[in-house]
Structure formats: C-alpha cells, structure tokens
C-alpha cells in the first residue's frame, strides 16, 4: 500500500502585474492634480506673510521670496493699534462664541436624536429654518436689545446674540443619530440619566465631531466683521475691525495691513495644524459605527 | 434572583387604522431562577416584550411585577436588572475594565476594582482589562457585554440574541458557558432569540410568539414533542414539519385521517369524522415503509440533501411536502416513488381551520378534543 498526500487545489496567479502599473498611473496623476490643487490654496496665504516680511521699499515686489527679511511693518503695525489686546479680545469673542454654539447645538441635537416628543420634527425644521433668515432680518431687533441691555460697544454685544447656531444643531444632531441608540439604552440600564448619559457617555464619543464644528465656529467667529462693526462702532476691539485702520483716504499701508492680516490668521492657522487629525476624522466620519 | 409576573402586557405601535399591536395582552410568570428563552421570528415581538421588561420601552396595557412589585412605570436603574445588547452595546471610549465597571461607578460603589477583577476572572478576561471594545474579537466583546451586566449582581439578566453576531463555532461554545453560568448563578434569565437551537439548548422554558401573541409556554421537550399549533410545529425542528391536510373519515367504530397521499389510522372513535385536519411527523420519526399497515405518506422524492452524517430528502406527497432524516446514505434518489411511515404515536394532527394541535383521548367516544 502507499501512501498519498492529498494536495490542495491548483491556485492559478491573476495578471498583478499590468493592474498595478494602471493603479501607479492613476496615484500620480491624482497626485500631480491634488498638488496644483493645494498650491492653489496655498500661494495667497503664503503671498500675505511674504509681503508682510518684506522692507517698507520692497512692499510692491513681485519676488517670491521675501529678502532681505524685515520685520518693519509689524512693528508699524504694533505702534498703530494694540494689538496683543486686539488678538486676545478677539480670541475671547470667538471662543465665547464657538463654545455657546457648542454647548446650544449639543443639548438640541441631543435632544432631536435621542429623545422622541411631540412636534419634534416640527421644532427641528423651525430650528433649521432660522438658518434661513438672513442676518439684516435679524441686525436691527438685535441691536435694539443689545441698546436696551446697555452692551454696545462691549464684546459681550457681539458674543451674546450668537450663542445659537443652527450649523451646529443640524451637525451634532446628525453626528448624535449616528451613535448607536443601543448605546444610550444600555447606559440608561445600568443607571445613568438622560444628562448623566451625554456627558459621561455621548460626548466622549463626539470629541472628533465636536473638535471639528468647534474649530469651524471659532473660525465662523473669528472672520465675522459685519456683526462687530454694527456693536464696536466706539471701538476697534477686534482685530479685522482694526485691518480697517490701515486703509485711509491717503492709500493702503500695505505692509502693516498683512502683518496685521497675518497675526489674524495665525490662531486659526495653528488649532487647525493641532486639531487637523480630529477635525478630518470629524467630517469623514458621520459618528460611531 | 427575581421573579417576573407580566400580566395582558401590550404594546401598540402607531394610532388609528394604522396601528400595529407588536406584544398583544402577553401574560407570563418567569419563575424565580428560571431560563426563560422568548422565541420566535423577526417581527414576532420578543424584543418589545423583553424592552418592556427592562423599561425601555413604555406598554400601552397591562402590568409587570418584579417578586410582587409593580415596575409597569419605574425607570430602568429601579428595576435592578441587567441587560445583554444584540450589539453588546459597549462604550467605545472606555477600557474593558471601565466598561465592566461602568454600573458600579454609577452607583458610586467603592469596590468597583475588586468587583471588575472578580469577574474579569471570571469570563477569563483579565489579560484584556486595559484594551478597548474596538481591540477585542466578537466573541471578548460579547463577555466583556456579560461582565458588565454580571458585575451588578442583578436580580435578572435580559438578554437580547446576544449570540447573534458570533460565529457558529463561537456560538456553540459560548451557549455552553451560557447555560453554564446561569447554572452557577442560580439567576433569573430571560433571553430572546430566533434561534431554535439556542433555545432548545439553554432554556429551562421557551415561550414561543408569533404575531405578538403567545403560541406556546413549555419545557423544550413539550413545545418539540408536542407543538400546540402549526406555528410551533412548523418554526421548531428543522427541516420544518411537513404538515398535510386530511380529512377524518370513521368506518367501524375507527378513525382515520385520509388525504391525498395520506392515509393513518387515529384509535376507535365516532364524533371526529368529517373533521379537517392537518396531520405531520417530524422528518426523524418517518421511516421509509415496507409494512402495510400503520400510517403511510405516498409520494415522490424531490431532492436529496447531504448534511455530511445524515441526509435529508424532501418528498412530494399529494399537493405538499414533507422532510425525511436519516442517517447517510438513506438510498432515495431524485423521482423515486416512495411510502413513508412512523410511530403513530409521533404523528402530529392539528385543526385545519384554527392550527390549533388536536390531542386523541383514550375515551374510544370523544376521537379528538382542540387543545
């Protein structure tokens, strides 16, 4: 008698070959087409803190990089306005704004996604609807208030009536109804209530989403210059209102003005360059799987 | 340990023509200790019936006691019962150890680090305390879903298919510690599934639903040996029961059932003849016949089926079907004519109007009484 192994079936090799040099072609040109792309995006910016860096005589250069280096017109730009005040009360005027639209959009998208009640479908449209409006609808009944509450002219006028935002309740109430609803029942199983239950379990499970609508709002509010001129007409206690001051009936004084330009984009630009990884998880994914 | 009285429970989903009763007047005692398995298919309600018990899902009607007291309308943390998601429903955010914690510390209990380690130990998780639910395999994640409603020391475990998601060889062992575990406990389960195995192999009773309504309450022997309707008879066993119908005919002093194809006699009996009835065995007790007497199916073999140790083929007898098992190789093949038979004892004879099961009295005067 003899022995005879049994073999496992004949495993033919596909053609690997000529797919992945297709596949190679493809990634570079997505490559090459994303890279002019971002370039696209990135020339201005760099554009502005180049002319910022640039000497008083060399503003109107069309060198591409910036030399000699000089940083004249930020000092131009500090014996003009204070700004190391400017950018902290902007700071604070967009961050109050950002964490009340944070806090607002939580509680109602928590409320719309985890709670059924009457007339919420109605409500939310409602809520969705005010998105609609458009701010000149809203400007004067909400400088009359701010008149009557004696907060013109402060940073509280401006952070006050936006402490809601619609944006925010539509996306925490999207992000909120993709976790699983198994999940808040099984928190309200093993004791924990409806508020106990948002913070101990659906906000950690948001970070991503709210570290993205967060950034988004900070930004929302720290680029907003029509709704800050309307309630610091005294004052220029922000930084975009303070750009204006470089613009006069004489011309532009175009090196402190991207200086000035320039240190506004920078928070931005640096909780961007923190938080990016949670801000492209935070928009890729909807919520928990 | 708890015991669970549900009285006319029901629940109504939608208002007007469109409503939809998903548990309809439902009563049942869950026996102190007992491992109770809701089955039934999708659809059938179980799940709604076990969220009512476990208070997530309010009842339009009735009432539920918990050893005597009424919970209808307390809150989930004041019925001191634990629950077991299909998706095990673990916090992402947290450790294992957390999560098997997570009670406790809503509780604000001090020896939430011994409790955890004990039954970490336990479930044989100790050496994945420190990972998150998205680090662990189905089958972890499904025990750390235990521990966490282990850990309470509840007075009953809820459990919602908690075997779905796993694989069949995971299934099997993990219905072992199940069974095992509640041994060990002594505690009150009540366990949903659609699975007829799962339920045959753990429970102590099964409560078969179909429509929101209670088919059948029983030992797993009575609701297989006898299905109160052809629902039950058809949903457990598998293949299904091949029921065909028949009419009672009697002929001095006996009954019989005949149909097309199917012809078994019933015992001595008068009052039943006339009566439609529906009459199955299960596909193990036929038998292909060579007697000639006893009850016979005649018919043709449809398919044969290869289940590796045992075949089953399917025969077409008069305008239905019915399933015999067997071990391999029976030695039917496609189109063969064939006469089944079996214990008349293993036959099966429902109403053929109700579905109800119709059970033959000795008394040689009253041949069949519904159920």
């Avoid at chain 2, 914690?101 to 336990?122: N, Q």
């Avoid at chain 2, 022997?221 to 029921?243: C, N, R």
Wanted: hydrophobic residues 45%; charged residues 20%.
């Amino acid at each position: 008698m003899t022995l005879i192994e049994v073999t496992t079936p004949a495993h033919t090799p596909s053609d690997g070959a000529v797919v992945l040099r297709e596949s190679r072609v493809r990634t570079v040109l997505g490559h090459v087409v994303l890279g002019g792309l971002g370039l696209l995006c990135i020339v201005p910016v760099y554009w502005l803190y180049a002319t910022s860096l640039r000497a008083p005589e060399d503003i109107y250069s069309l060198r591409p990089f910036p030399w000699p280096l000089s940083v004249a017109s930020y000092a131009e730009a500090r014996d003009t306005v204070d700004l190391p005040q400017l950018l902290l009360n902007t700071f604070v005027m967009a961050a109050l704004i950002a964490l009340g639209q944070l806090v607002t959009g939580l509680l109602a998208g928590y409320a719309f996604a985890a709670w059924r009640f009457r007339l919420q479908n109605t409500l939310y449209l409602v809520f969705v609807a005010t998105w609609l409006v458009p701010f000149q609808v809203t400007m004067v009944p909400n400088y009359a208030l701010l008149n009557q509450l004696g907060t013109l002219n402060t940073i509280t006028g401006v952070v006050i009536p936006n402490l809601c935002s619609a944006l925010a309740v539509i996306m925490l109430r999207s992000h909120l109804r993709s976790i699983p609803h198994e999940l808040l029942e099984a928190a309200r199983m093993d004791g924990r209530g409806a508020w106990s239950t948002l913070w101990t379990v659906v906000v950690p499970n948001l970070w991503p989403a709210l570290a993205a609508l967060g950034v988004l709002l900070f930004i929302n509010a720290w680029n907003e210059y029509f709704w800050p001129a309307l309630v610091l007409q005294r004052t220029n206690n922000v930084l975009q209102l303070a750009l204006h001051s470089f613009i006069g009936p004489e011309g532009t004084q175009w090196g402190p003005l991207m200086a000035t330009a320039g240190l506004a984009c920078l928070p931005v630009l640096l909780l961007y360059l923190i938080l990016q990884r949670r801000i492209v998880d935070g928009f890729v994914r909807s919520g928990l799987k | 340990m708890s015991r669970i009285q549900i009285e006319g429970l029901t629940r109504r989903f939608g208002s007007g023509n469109h409503a939809v009763n998903a548990v309809d007047g439902i009563s049942l005692d869950v026996a102190d200790g007992e491992f109770l398995v809701l089955l039934g298919p999708s659809g059938c309600g179980k799940s709604t019936l076990l969220r009512m018990i476990a208070g997530l899902t309010p009842p339009t009607g009735g009432r539920i006691l918990l050893d005597g007291r009424d919970i209808t309308a307390a809150e989930p943390r004041e019925r001191n019962l634990a629950m077991v998601f299909q998706s095990y429903a673990l916090y992402p955010h947290l450790t294992v150890a957390k999560n098997i914690g997570f009670p406790l510390r809503t509780r604000r209990r001090k020896d939430v680090d011994a409790k955890v380690t004990e039954v970490a130990k336990a479930l044989g998780l100790e050496q994945l305390l420190d990972r998150r639910p998205r680090a662990l395999s189905g089958g972890q994640r499904q025990r750390v879903a235990l521990g966490r409603a282990l850990v309470r020391d509840p007075g009953a475990f809820l459990l919602d298919e908690p075997l779905s998601n796993l694989d069949a060889t995971l299934r099997t062992a993990t219905r072992a510690e199940l069974t095992d575990l509640h041994r060990r406990l002594r505690s009150t389960f009540v366990y949903v599934t659609h699975d007829q195995i799962e339920a045959m192999t753990m429970a102590t009773r099964i409560a078969v639903l179909n429509g929101g309504r209670l088919e059948q309450v029983g030992t797993p022997e009575e609701v297989y040996d006898a299905p109160a309707s052809t629902f039950v008879a058809g949903f457990i066993g598998s293949p299904a029961i091949g029921l065909l119908p028949a009419e009672v005919r009697g002929a001095d002093g006996e009954l019989r059932a005949v149909g097309d194809g199917v012809d078994m006699p019933l015992g001595p009996g008068h009052d039943a003849s006339g009566r439609e009835v529906l009459v199955g065995a299960r596909p193990e007790h036929l038998r292909i016949g060579t007697g000639a007497v006893g009850p016979e199916w005649r018919g043709t073999v449809r398919l044969v089926e290869n289940l590796g140790g045992e075949e089953v083929a399917h025969v077409t007898v008069g305008g239905g079907r019915v399933a015999l098992r067997g071990p391999r190789p029976l030695g039917l093949a496609v189109g063969d004519a064939v006469r089944l038979t079996c214990d008349p004892d293993r036959i099966h004879l429902f109403c053929a109007t109700s579905g109800r099961r119709l059970v033959r009295t000795p008394e040689p005067r009253r041949a069949a009484v519904a159920v």
